[in-house]
């Protein structure tokens, strides 16, 4: 079974770029981009879906956690 791939919304991308986390999405494996935009964009309140929003550019920020769950492959030095 194949995922539905999601295009980038602008509100997505223009989030990584003022919080310059382009980089660190690119980084991540195309799955992960994926799950993050299908995770966030499937919220139906707009809260919840800034709510997504705030923890995956956390989550770039910090490194080495991926919804949640540690990443080690991610890990900043």
Not at 24 to 36: A, F, G, I, T
Not at 60 to 76: D, N, Q
């Amino acid at each position: 079974m194949t995922r539905e791939r999601y295009p980038l919304p602008d509100y997505i991308r223009v989030a990584l770029e003022e919080n310059n986390l382009t980089d660190e999405y690119s980084c991540r494996p195309p799955y992960q981009q994926n799950d993050y935009i299908g995770w966030i964009s499937r919220a139906k309140r707009p809260e919840t879906r800034q709510k997504r929003l705030s923890q995956m550019l956390d989550e770039l920020k910090r490194g080495g956690v991926y919804m949640s769950m540690g990443h080690p492959a991610s890990a900043k030095s």
